[in-house]
């Protein structure tokens, strides 16, 4: 576990993307992949409003996950992560960081999640034409008014990190990371979170379905995965967790199954051997 402000989050949360991109957009297979997943004890639903198909139905995946949540008993005890400053024109992905978009987005993502306060909101992408300090402002502004609990940052680095420390407190990062990306390691942004006390949340952890795949080919992670007769998906998931307390891997999913394999992970332990065998062939 790691904290959240004063919510513990579980080491594997749900990335919620796929149910939006994929066969998940059947909503009882969405919900059910999602209460595969607190049933697993999963306490983290990791969402945004620009995961959908194209412009048309932005904010599809929000309102898939609260109705999920809705038909789980409630809330199911979930922390429901969104993200802000992506915008669809289309199908195309574009930005706009500015404050007013950002309240706009917030205020949004507020309606279709069916809250009054969103537990973790993000700024999804630095936007190059925002200044950076100006949208962490409208996030500290929102945070003032009630309507985020906690403020965290997707895709910073450790500059950007720095400079939004200055303006708000920062609950979270959430960048890539992935056997086949490993950069967050090498330019220390793992270890400041590490060091903060803050969660690190990996998005696509097995790298994308391609390459969750391939995983197999990763001769350390399968052989240990032949060993322990688990899915090499399951054993770079309990890899990545190995290396750093503060690193909570967010998998997609769009299967009930899928879900299950990689909560698991929490329970496959590396020793330092098999840590380091697997680290000398991917690091």
Not at 151 to 160: D, F
Not at 164 to 177: F, G, K, S, T, W
Not at 245 to 274: C, F, K, N
């Amino acid at each position: 576990m790691i904290a959240l402000g004063d919510r513990e989050l579980t080491r594997i949360g749900l990335g919620c993307m796929p149910l939006s991109l994929g066969r998940g957009r059947e909503r009882g297979l969405a919900n059910e992949t999602i209460a595969a997943a607190l049933d697993a004890g999963v306490n983290l639903l990791d969402t945004a409003d620009a995961y959908a198909l194209d412009e048309s139905e932005f904010g599809h995946n929000e309102r898939l996950v609260a109705a999920a949540l809705n038909a789980y008993d409630g809330r199911g005890g979930a922390v429901v992560a969104t993200k802000g400053g992506h915008t669809r024109h289309g199908t195309e992905w574009a930005l706009d960081g500015s404050p007013e978009y950002l309240r706009r987005a917030c205020e949004g993502s507020l309606r279709r999640l069916g809250v009054d306060a969103i537990e973790l909101y993000q700024l999804h992408r630095p936007d190059p034409d925002t200044p950076y300090a100006e949208s962490v402002g409208a996030l500290r502004d929102l945070r003032d008014e009630g309507k985020i609990r906690h403020v965290g940052l997707s895709n910073a680095n450790l500059a950007q990190l720095e400079e939004a420390e200055r303006i708000v407190p920062i609950a979270a990062i959430q960048n890539e990371l992935s056997p086949g990306y490993l950069e967050p390691l090498r330019n220390g942004e793992v270890a400041a979170c590490a060091e903060r006390g803050i969660p690190f949340l990996a998005w696509s952890p097995l790298g994308g379905m391609d390459a969750a795949d391939n995983l197999g080919g990763v001769a350390a992670i399968r052989a240990f995965a032949d060993e322990r007769g688990v899915s090499p998906q399951r054993v770079a998931l309990a890899w990545l967790l190995s290396l750093s307390d503060a690193i909570v891997p967010i998998p997609g999913a769009s299967r009930p199954e899928t879900i299950r394999d990689s909560t698991a992970a929490t329970e496959l332990e590396l020793d330092d051997a098999e840590r380091e065998r697997i680290g000398a062939e991917l690091l």
